[in-house]
């Protein structure tokens, strides 16, 4: 994992994104539970959409916070 600057002052905008992002991913969830209402697409295809967003969504969370965690204990330790 690459060190990455984090000073205090960008850690609340960092959270800020992330909420945004899953705030998104939370939208296309919504959306493809609209499309798959309408009927026309097909339920295998709908259900394996869903799981590869909700999949994506886990690992693109997974990674972000594995590095903001190593941050936050980085800074933590410097902290007291």
Known sequence: MAEVNSNPVR????????????AAFARVH?????????????AVTMA???SAT??????TN???LE????IEQRDRG???
């Open 30 to 42: 919504r959306n493809l539970e609209l499309l798959e209402q309408i009927g026309i697409f097909d």
């Open 62 to 64: 997974y990674k972000l």
């Open 78 to 80: 410097n902290n007291g």
């Open 48 to 50: 394996s959409l869903k």
């Open 11 to 22: 850690k609340p905008a960092l959270y800020d994104y992330l909420g945004r992002l899953n």
């Open 67 to 70: 590095t903001l965690s190593a």
């Open 54 to 59: 909700h999949k994506h969504q886990a690992n």
